[in-house]
């Protein structure tokens, strides 16, 4: 059978199409004949030219501008001209202020390279000593199983808080998160002189079961309870704020295809809450590593202690090498953490109007989680809470004895006489918590938006820094601001700068989890719409991160509320704050004195938490 | 005009320039660590020595009738010396600022700053902190009209620094356990390394008293025998604590039966909870190192700038009015004679008669302590 | 409004060694759609993003009507190139209501009564008058879609990017939401470039079809080219239900298990081709001799498609009427049915020669 020879068709045709000869092969559409012969596109002379502009190196370079220009216009061209460039490019802003703050993290590690050149051999040869290696291995120790322990504690709280119907979830919120506002050392105190060998726990328990004395509460038992007791909030908060960010059409898919609610947990939800906690977890390990005042008060001795020796020894130069060895040993940990947490991206596939998620039901759970809740609670608020109601008691007036050597001034400071504390401490808090996500933000936006090694390694070296006791961190600016701009040191602004450097992985991470959490086809459709970089941010990416980024705002408030190092040694002459009337008053036995300011410590703090947790949960 | 544009355009395509640098994505990185190590070449620079400071030519405001001011860098706690700076302030009309820290925190502070710093004086509670700022040679030596105001032995052998006040290291027992101290509590330090001790004893070998008390002990009877008590003592397993006041509580509560600590926590101890708390003080009969008398003092700095109001101050802390201060209120001796110190303190004489022949200076080699406690393992 | 074409000259764009996209020359006429599509990771998304500005090209150069948005030395930034883009997720701004959201580029605009009567009348346009005080999560995932485009065009771009809009719809609610969206663009008059990975919605959609593989193009031309000329058997296998048999060329024309192939040819005899049968080209009968069997029966609604072993193995599926009621097994002769030549490759390149 033959087939007719039929010619091919040709295509109707189409207005301004071109015909498919010509398109066929590519080749030809390439040649710049067609393309530069179209009045349309500009001429190869135009590029040519634009070519030779672009390519002066220097501005100044050209005779011909030198000539005819004097030095002061060119000047004002210059800079008028960068700042139109720059409010139209402001991706380059960002850029600059993530410079800004690789600088300020860089200056830490710096100093303690600079300092640490004098230590030699002698340096060298504790560190390697086996005794240092136990005291690492104690540290190391102790800050897994703290962070074990506060993760075993603080996820379930998380879930109770904001997944269940428990009952008066808001009030729990706010309790089970005030210990993060309470000083380290105060709860060490506080405890030792509850659960002590003979302690008030002995006491009482002394005529009933007739106990003479409790096991030793120091050490490892103590430094563990305490530090989980104190870090807990940490994780608590990032794992919260992950369980409401959760898509609750995930869990619903689980359930269709079978799983009951405790295997929904732990096979759909638990994976997807996994970045907070590790999150979170590493904020509680490095704090861990940092901690000075509750461990040596609980007689455990971290490698902290090695490097506070040095500075009892005035041997600044040991000092700062041991805290090089902090550095590492926190980067390590970070190493860890990011293999761990794997290349995962969490930015949520649909455009994030998805719908509330419903409470779970409790039922005949609500008394044990209740009861667990309210342990924790006590534990860890009840506790400190009442020993300081105690001191406070204690310190009444009237209440005063007398002894034959006549009275001493423990009474309870007056109220009036805090309030000015109360507001350094407010101020700085405040003003800390701004700069910190202000400055936090050009990183956190390179570190999710335009991954690469150097955002990397800037963020490690900002989370390496937090590992470091706060002494390090105040004389590293110490050396710096003196050195470099005496006209600002010991001022509010330099010291702000030094509560950046401290407290900036909380605000990267807070960040990093709600930026994280957007879509970037959110702020390209904005720059779609004519929005310059910089009215993407203000209209579409602000608003979409505000709740993380008042969340992360917050946790920077109540650190900053308790801070004590780098605020006694850099804060402007009288400048004084309720953690440093603490911390004077407990460190000369004058617990009375101390117990007021503490707590006004306490209420201050909850004041925002509270306000924050209503925002929340009513949104 | 046309000049103008094309100057424009080169502008602009110089910032197109950099921008095309910045947006090769290799290059990012760099520019942003490029901007931080700039700030950090800064550093460098600013790493060169200091320039010396001439003595005796103060700053201005040296003198200056006008400038009513005072900074002062004090290791002792606001709670202890706020009062008597507050009444230093009153009658002399001068603004005092203080920045209150940990002594080895300040003295540390110091030692970065150099001769930028904006103190005039260091107020120290121990002279382990004094002896580190000395030795950097940051302290001017003090005038002979001040060095005269207290015994010699009080004063630093460079003139540089000198005791404003005295704490006695004493031995606290729980009384409860010790019923009769004198009969049950050994008249010397050494007595404590007996086994009979073991367990029941406490210190704090990082609190700077103790380490002062510990270069005391080693001026005294020497490095070896020092070394010696430290090792029989450091057998007995005796409880670490982190501070004085630490230790007092814990005897109190009867949770160890002894510890060494300064005289004076015991009465804040006894003003909260009254005469039934269960510890007094006990001070060594014997007069040696264990009732070692430590003292806090002051310095100036070669860069104050308030060198008259500095000096005026520790007149101040040194005339009767200040010194009966530290006697009525804070329960320590006074270095200076005349002054009567409280209802049932031990006289000054009395306690260290082995331990006049101490320099204070002696009693800051804190560094060779720290060594002989490092090796023998009491402290990290 | 200021309709543009878009010219894309040789764009290339690299990450490291990896080419995501080499050498894409396209031209698009103004007011025209161009859909483009092919295989995932072929780079059509990337083209689009370098159209839009979201990335850099490497090499190359992009004009927009007579604006040169791209090249070498020139990268505008995106929210100045006035071009609007509809994303896949659509990007709808969760926290601003239905009527911002679409007047959200329309900042320039003089005065609020011009900006508010623009966005209702967009709102007609896409037919969501009713919804202008909604909240996005309110919305269906067509409504979203229809705002996004509302969005999109608002600020009367030069030219409009689609990125996949299709894809999140179910398939019910995907051929309705897709007639409508190509009245609406069509309507609009915008140049258009638009990218999918459903040929059924290329075919439908676009004036112009671009397929693309490994970051290259390989062919542009209308629907009907595209499908009916296919220029590489990459084409060819990707856009419509192709198999393909073998072909060996003889002195009368090209010999194949359908039959033999009489057109003048300038290839050698002997020469090995491959032939693209369609299901509309082969007719099947139950005369002698047969040369395969029905192996597959498959009921389409208007009409049945079975599938048919060739006696020398190679498998050609055919469409057929109901008349004939042909069932699994039957041995049948199945033959190139008469009307136009099937492309035909060899070594996957479209063999022009084997027609004169």
Same mark, same amino acid.
């Given at each position: 059978?033959?087939?007719?020879?039929?010619?091919?068709?040709?295509?109707?045709?189409?207005?301004?199409?071109?015909?498919?000869?010509?398109?066929?092969?590519?080749?030809?559409?390439?040649?710049?004949?067609?393309?530069?012969?179209?009045?349309?596109?500009?001429?190869?002379?135009?590029?040519?030219?634009?070519?030779?502009?672009?390519?002066?190196?220097?501005?100044?370079?050209?005779?011909?501008?030198?000539?005819?220009?004097?030095? @002061?216009?060119?000047?004002?061209?210059?800079?008028?001209?960068?700042?139109?460039?720059?409010?139209?490019?402001?991706?380059?802003?960002?850029?600059?202020?993530?410079?800004?703050?690789?600088?300020?993290?860089?200056?830490?590690?710096?100093?303690?390279?600079?300092?640490?050149?004098?230590?030699?051999?002698?340096?060298?040869?504790?560190?390697?000593?086996?005794?240092?290696?136990?005291?690492?291995?104690?540290?190391?120790?102790?800050?897994?199983?703290?962070?074990?322990?506060?993760?075993?504690?603080?996820?379930?709280?998380?879930?109770?808080?904001?997944?269940?119907?428990?009952?008066?979830?808001?009030?729990?919120?706010?309790?089970?998160?005030?210990?993060?506002?309470?000083?380290?050392?105060?709860?060490?105190?506080?405890?030792?002189?509850?659960?002590?060998?003979?302690?008030?726990?002995?006491?009482?328990?002394?005529?009933?079961?007739?106990?003479?004395?409790?096991?030793?509460?120091?050490?490892?038992?103590?430094?563990?309870?305490?530090?989980?007791?104190?870090?807990?909030?940490?994780?608590?908060?990032?794992?919260?704020?992950?369980?409401?960010?959760?898509?609750?059409?995930?869990?619903?898919?689980?359930?269709?295809?079978?799983?009951?609610?405790?295997?929904?947990?732990?096979?759909?939800?638990?994976?997807?809450?996994?970045?907070?906690?590790?999150?979170?977890?590493?904020?509680?390990?490095?704090?861990?590593?940092?901690?000075?005042?509750?461990?040596?008060?609980?007689?455990?001795?971290?490698?902290?202690?090695?490097?506070?020796?040095?500075?009892?020894?005035?041997?600044?130069?040991?000092?700062?090498?041991?805290?090089?060895?902090?550095?590492?040993?926190?980067?390590?940990?970070?190493?860890?953490?990011?293999?761990?947490?794997?290349?995962?991206?969490?930015?949520?596939?649909?455009?994030?109007?998805?719908?509330?998620?419903?409470?779970?039901?409790?039922?005949?759970?609500?008394?044990?989680?209740?009861?667990?809740?309210?342990?924790?609670?006590?534990?860890?608020?009840?506790?400190?809470?009442?020993?300081?109601?105690?001191?406070?008691?204690?310190?009444?007036?009237?209440?005063?004895?007398?002894?034959?050597?006549?009275?001493?001034?423990?009474?309870?400071?007056?109220?009036?006489?805090?309030?000015?504390?109360?507001?350094?401490?407010?101020?700085?808090?405040?003003?800390?918590?701004?700069?910190?996500?202000?400055?936090?933000?050009?990183?956190?936006?390179?570190?999710?938006?335009?991954?690469?090694?150097?955002?990397?390694?800037?963020?490690?070296?900002?989370?390496?820094?937090?590992?470091?006791?706060?002494?390090?961190?105040?004389?590293?600016?110490?050396?710096?601001?003196?050195?470099?701009?005496?006209?600002?040191?010991?001022?509010?602004?330099?010291?702000?700068?030094?509560?950046?450097?401290?407290?900036?992985?909380?605000?990267? @991470?807070?960040?990093?989890?709600?930026?994280?959490?957007?879509?970037?086809?959110?702020?390209?459709?904005?720059?779609?719409?004519?929005?310059?970089?910089?009215?993407?941010?203000?209209?579409?990416?602000?608003?979409?991160?505000?709740?993380?980024?008042?969340?992360?705002?917050?946790?920077?408030?109540?650190?900053?509320?308790?801070?004590?190092?780098?605020?006694?040694?850099?804060?402007?002459?009288?400048? #004084?704050?309720?953690?440093?009337?603490?911390?004077?008053?407990?460190?000369?036995?004058? *617990?009375?004195?101390?117990?007021?300011?503490?707590?006004?410590?306490?209420?201050?703090?909850?004041?925002?938490?509270?306000?924050?947790?209503?925002?929340?949960?009513?949104? | 005009?046309?000049?103008?544009?094309?100057?424009?355009?080169?502008?602009?395509?110089?910032?197109?320039?950099?921008?095309?640098?910045?947006?090769?994505?290799?290059?990012?990185?760099?520019?942003?660590?490029?901007?931080?190590?700039?700030?950090?070449?800064?550093?460098?620079?600013?790493?060169?020595?200091?320039?010396?400071?001439?003595?005796?030519?103060?700053?201005?405001?040296?003198?200056?009738?006008?400038?009513?001011?005072?900074?002062?860098?004090?290791?002792?706690?606001?709670?202890?010396?706020?009062?008597?700076?507050?009444?230093?302030?009153?009658?002399?009309?001068?603004?005092?600022?203080?920045?209150?820290?940990?002594?080895?925190?300040?003295?540390?502070?110091?030692?970065?700053?150099?001769?930028?710093?904006?103190?005039?004086?260091?107020?120290?509670?121990?002279?382990?902190?004094?002896?580190?700022?000395?030795?950097? @040679?940051?302290?001017?030596?003090?005038?002979?009209?001040?060095?005269?105001?207290?015994?010699?032995?009080?004063?630093?052998?460079?003139?540089?620094?000198?005791?404003?006040?005295?704490?006695?290291?004493?031995?606290?027992?729980?009384?409860?356990?010790?019923?009769?101290?004198?009969?049950?509590?050994?008249?010397?330090?050494?007595?404590?390394?007996?086994?009979?001790?073991?367990?029941?004893?406490?210190?704090?070998?990082?609190?700077?008293?103790?380490?002062?008390?510990?270069?005391?002990?080693?001026?005294?009877? @020497?490095?070896?025998?020092?070394?010696?008590?430290?090792?029989?003592?450091?057998?007995?397993?005796?409880?670490?604590?982190?501070?004085?006041?630490?230790?007092?509580?814990?005897?109190?509560?009867?949770?160890?039966?002894?510890?060494?600590?300064?005289?004076?926590?015991?009465?804040?101890?006894?003003?909260?909870?009254?005469?039934?708390?269960?510890?007094?003080?006990?001070?060594?009969?014997?007069?040696?190192?264990?009732?070692?008398?430590?003292?806090?003092?002051?310095? +100036?700095?070669?860069?104050?700038?308030?060198?008259?109001?500095?000096?005026?101050?520790?007149?101040?802390?040194?005339?009767?009015?200040?010194?009966?201060?530290?006697?009525?209120?804070?329960?320590?001796?006074?270095?200076?004679?005349?002054?009567?110190?409280?209802?049932?303190?031990?006289?000054?004489?009395?306690?260290?008669?082995?331990?006049?022949?101490?320099?204070?200076?002696?009693?800051?080699?804190?560094?060779?302590?720290?060594?002989?406690?490092?090796?023998?393992?009491?402290?990290? | 409004?200021? !309709?543009?074409?878009?010219?894309?000259?040789?764009?290339?764009?690299?990450?490291?060694?990896?080419?995501?996209?080499?050498?894409?020359?396209?031209?698009?006429?103004?007011?025209?759609?161009?859909?483009?599509?092919?295989?995932?990771?072929?780079?059509?998304?990337?083209?689009?993003?370098?159209?839009?500005?979201?990335?850099?090209?490497?090499?190359?150069?992009?004009?927009?009507?007579?604006?040169?948005?791209?090249?070498?030395?020139?990268?505008?930034?995106?929210?100045?190139?006035?071009?609007?883009?509809? *994303? +896949?997720?659509?990007?709808? *701004?969760?926290?601003?209501?239905?009527?911002?959201?679409?007047?959200?580029?329309? #900042?320039?605009?003089?005065?609020?009564?011009?900006?508010?009567?623009?966005?209702?009348?967009?709102?007609?346009?896409?037919?969501?008058?009713?919804?202008?005080?909604?909240?996005?999560?309110?919305?269906?995932?067509?409504?979203?879609?229809?705002?996004?485009?509302?969005?999109?065009?608002?600020?009367?771009?030069?030219?409009?990017?689609?990125?996949?809009?299709?894809?999140?719809?179910?398939?019910?609610?995907?051929?309705?939401?897709?007639?409508?969206?190509?009245?609406?663009?069509?309507?609009?008059?915008?140049?258009?470039?638009?990218?999918?990975?459903?040929?059924?919605?290329?075919?439908?959609?676009?004036?112009?079809?671009?397929?693309?593989?490994?970051?290259?193009?390989?062919?542009?031309?209308?629907?009907?080219?595209?499908?009916?000329?296919?220029?590489?058997?990459?084409?060819?296998?990707?856009?419509?239900?192709?198999?393909? !048999?073998?072909?060996?060329?003889?002195?009368?024309?090209?010999?194949?298990?359908?039959?033999?192939?009489?057109?003048?040819?300038?290839?050698?005899?002997?020469?090995?081709?491959?032939?693209?049968?369609?299901?509309? +080209?082969?007719?099947?009968?139950?005369?002698?001799?047969?040369?395969?069997?029905?192996?597959?029966?498959?009921?389409?609604?208007?009409?049945?498609?079975?599938?048919?072993?060739?006696?020398?193995?190679?498998?050609?599926?055919?469409?057929?009427?109901?008349?004939?009621?042909?069932?699994?097994?039957?041995?049948?002769?199945?033959?190139?049915?008469?009307?136009?030549?099937?492309?035909?490759?060899?070594?996957?390149?479209?063999?022009?020669?084997?027609?004169?």
């Amino acid at each position: 059978m033959r087939l007719k020879n039929e010619p091919y068709p040709r295509p109707a045709e189409v207005k301004g199409y071109v015909p498919t000869k010509k398109l066929a092969s590519t080749k030809k559409l390439a040649s710049t004949k067609k393309l530069a012969s179209t009045k349309k596109l500009a001429s190869t002379k135009k590029l040519a030219s634009t070519k030779k502009l672009a390519s002066t190196k220097k501005l100044a370079s050209t005779d011909q501008a030198e000539s005819s220009l004097g030095p @002061g216009r060119w000047l004002r061209l210059i800079i008028g001209d960068w700042l139109a460039a720059l409010a139209g490019r402001s991706h380059l802003l960002l850029v600059a202020m993530a410079g800004l703050v690789a600088g300020l993290i860089l200056l830490v590690p710096l100093y303690l390279l600079l300092r640490s050149i004098g230590a030699g051999r002698e340096a060298v040869a504790t560190l390697l000593s086996p005794r240092t290696a136990l005291v690492m291995g104690n540290t190391i120790l102790l800050a897994v199983a703290v962070t074990i322990g506060a993760t075993a504690v603080a996820v379930p709280l998380a879930w109770l808080t904001a997944a269940t119907d428990l009952p008066g979830r808001r009030m729990w919120t706010v309790m089970v998160a005030m210990p993060l506002v309470l000083p380290s050392y105060v709860v060490a105190f506080i405890f030792i002189s509850m659960l002590s060998p003979k302690g008030v726990m002995q006491q009482l328990l002394e005529p009933l079961v007739g106990l003479e004395r409790l096991p030793s509460f120091y050490g490892f038992p103590g430094a563990f309870l305490v530090l989980t007791l104190i870090t807990y909030p940490l994780i608590f908060l990032t794992v919260r704020g992950a369980i409401q960010r959760l898509d609750p059409a995930l869990e619903e898919a689980a359930r269709n295809l079978g799983l009951g609610p405790r295997q929904v947990f732990w096979r759909v939800t638990l994976p997807h809450l996994r970045p907070a906690i590790l999150a979170g977890a590493l904020l509680v390990m490095l704090y861990v590593l940092r901690d000075f005042g509750a461990v040596t008060t609980l007689q455990y001795n971290t490698f902290t202690r090695i490097i506070y020796n040095r500075y009892l020894s005035y041997r600044l130069d040991m000092a700062a090498l041991f805290a090089l060895v902090l550095v590492i040993m926190a980067l390590i940990i970070l190493y860890l953490e990011q293999r761990s947490r794997g290349r995962a991206r969490y930015a949520r596939l649909s455009s994030g109007c998805s719908r509330r998620r419903e409470a779970a039901r409790l039922g005949k759970w609500t008394a044990p989680a209740l009861a667990f809740t309210g342990a924790i609670t006590t534990l860890a608020l009840g506790l400190p809470l009442a020993g300081l109601l105690y001191w406070v008691w204690r310190g009444w007036p009237g209440h005063q004895v007398g002894n034959d050597l006549g009275t001493i001034k423990n009474n309870l400071m007056s109220l009036s006489g805090l309030l000015e504390p109360a507001w350094y401490s407010i101020t700085a808090s405040t003003l800390a918590a701004v700069a910190t996500i202000l400055l936090a933000l050009p990183i956190a936006i390179l570190v999710v938006r335009r991954p690469g090694r150097m955002s990397w390694l800037l963020e490690r070296l900002a989370y390496a820094s937090y590992a470091l006791p706060g002494i390090v961190v105040a004389l590293a600016f110490v050396f710096f601001g003196i050195h470099i701009l005496p006209s600002l040191y010991q001022t509010l602004p330099m010291m702000l700068a030094a509560y950046v450097i401290l407290f900036i992985p909380l605000a990267i @991470g807070a960040l990093r989890a709600t930026l994280g959490q957007m879509s970037p086809s959110l702020e390209e459709a904005g720059r779609s719409l004519g929005q310059q970089p910089l009215a993407v941010l203000r209209r579409i990416t602000l608003p979409l991160i505000w709740p993380g980024l008042t969340a992360g705002a917050l946790l920077i408030f109540l650190t900053a509320m308790k801070e004590l190092p780098v605020t006694l040694i850099l804060s402007p002459l009288g400048f #004084n704050t309720l953690a440093e009337q603490v911390w004077t008053n407990i460190g000369e036995a004058f *617990f009375a004195r101390a117990a007021l300011p503490a707590l006004l410590l306490l209420v201050l703090s909850s004041i925002p938490l509270a306000w924050l947790t209503v925002r929340d949960t009513q949104s | 005009m046309n000049l103008t544009k094309s100057a424009l355009h080169q502008g602009t395509s110089g910032v197109a320039w950099i921008e095309r640098v910045i947006n090769r994505r290799r290059n990012r990185g760099w520019l942003i660590i490029g901007m931080g190590v700039l700030i950090l070449a800064s550093g460098l620079v600013a790493c060169q020595p200091a320039a010396e400071v001439t003595e005796g030519v103060g700053k201005a405001g040296e003198g200056d009738p006008e400038s009513k001011r005072l900074v002062i860098y004090s290791g002792r706690s606001e709670s202890l010396v706020g009062p008597i700076i507050e009444q230093f302030e009153q009658e002399r009309g001068i603004e005092v600022e203080v920045r209150f820290g940990g002594t080895a925190e300040m003295a540390g502070v110091l030692l970065e700053e150099g001769a930028e710093s904006p103190a005039d004086l260091f107020y120290a509670q121990d002279p382990g902190g004094l002896g580190a700022v000395q030795a950097a @040679g940051l302290l001017a030596p003090l005038p002979a009209e001040i060095r005269e105001l207290v015994p010699d032995r009080f004063v630093s052998d460079s003139g540089e620094w000198v005791g404003i006040s005295g704490r006695a290291r004493t031995v606290v027992y729980n009384t409860k356990a010790i019923s009769k101290p004198e009969e049950q509590l050994p008249g010397d330090l050494s007595g404590f390394t007996d086994p009979a001790w073991h367990g029941r004893l406490g210190w704090a070998p990082t609190n700077g008293s103790f380490l002062a008390m510990v270069t005391g002990i080693r001026a005294i009877w @020497g490095e070896e025998k020092t070394r010696n008590w430290l090792a029989e003592m450091q057998a007995n397993e005796p409880a670490v604590y982190e501070s004085n006041s630490a230790i007092v509580a814990a005897v109190g509560a009867g949770e160890i039966d002894v510890g060494l600590v300064n005289h004076y926590y015991l009465y804040r101890f006894l003003a909260e909870e009254g005469e039934g708390f269960g510890a007094r003080n006990y001070f060594l009969p014997g007069g040696g190192p264990g009732s070692l008398i430590m003292v806090s003092g002051v310095g +100036q700095l070669k860069s104050a700038e308030n060198q008259e109001n500095g000096l005026e101050f520790i007149r101040f802390l040194l005339s009767k009015d200040g010194q009966q201060y530290f006697a009525d209120e804070t329960f320590e001796y006074p270095l200076v004679a005349g002054v009567t110190t409280v209802a049932g303190l031990p006289p000054l004489a009395e306690l260290d008669k082995q331990a006049v022949e101490i320099e204070l200076s002696q009693l800051a080699d804190v560094a060779g302590t720290q060594e002989m406690l490092l090796s023998l393992g009491i402290i990290e | 409004m200021d !309709i543009a074409p878009i010219h894309c000259q040789e764009i290339s764009k690299f990450y490291g060694e990896l080419a995501a996209v080499e050498g894409v020359s396209l031209n698009v006429p103004a007011g025209r759609i161009l859909t483009l599509i092919g295989p995932s990771g072929c780079g059509k998304t990337t083209v689009l993003r370098l159209v839009a500005g979201f990335e850099r090209v490497d090499r190359g150069e992009i004009a927009i009507g007579d604006m040169n948005v791209a090249g070498p030395e020139r990268h505008l930034p995106p929210e100045q190139r006035r071009i609007g883009m509809v *994303f +896949q997720d659509y990007a709808i *701004f969760p926290h601003l209501s239905v009527a911002k959201n679409v007047g959200f580029g329309l #900042n320039n605009r003089s005065s609020k009564k011009e900006r508010d009567s623009r966005v209702e009348s967009l709102l007609h346009f896409v037919g969501l008058e009713t919804m202008g005080e909604r909240m996005p999560h309110e919305l269906s995932g067509g409504q979203q879609q229809r705002v996004a485009l509302a969005r999109a065009l608002a600020p009367e771009p030069r030219a409009l990017l689609l990125d996949e809009p299709f894809s999140n719809l179910d398939a019910a609610l995907r051929s309705e939401v897709r007639a409508e969206v190509k009245e609406l663009l069509q309507q609009s008059g915008t140049t258009t470039i638009f990218v999918t990975h459903d040929q059924e919605e290329a075919l439908f959609f676009g004036d112009l079809v671009g397929v693309m593989r490994a970051g290259r193009i390989e062919q542009v031309g209308t629907p009907e080219e595209i499908y009916l000329q296919p220029r590489s058997r990459f084409v060819a296998a990707f856009m419509g239900q192709n198999d393909f !048999i073998p072909g060996e060329v003889s002195s009368e024309g090209v010999e194949t298990p359908l039959g033999r192939l009489v057109l003048p040819t300038r290839l050698e005899p002997g020469t090995m081709l491959e032939i693209a049968s369609r299901p509309n +080209q082969v007719a099947l009968t139950l005369d002698e001799p047969h040369n395969g069997r029905i192996v597959s029966r498959q009921f389409l609604g208007f009409a049945c498609l079975y599938g048919v072993a060739l006696n020398d193995g190679s498998m050609v599926h055919s469409w057929q009427p109901h008349q004939f009621d042909l069932s699994v097994g039957m041995a049948i002769q199945a033959r190139f049915r008469p009307g136009r030549w099937p492309p035909m490759f060899q070594n996957g390149r479209y063999v022009e020669e084997a027609y004169q």
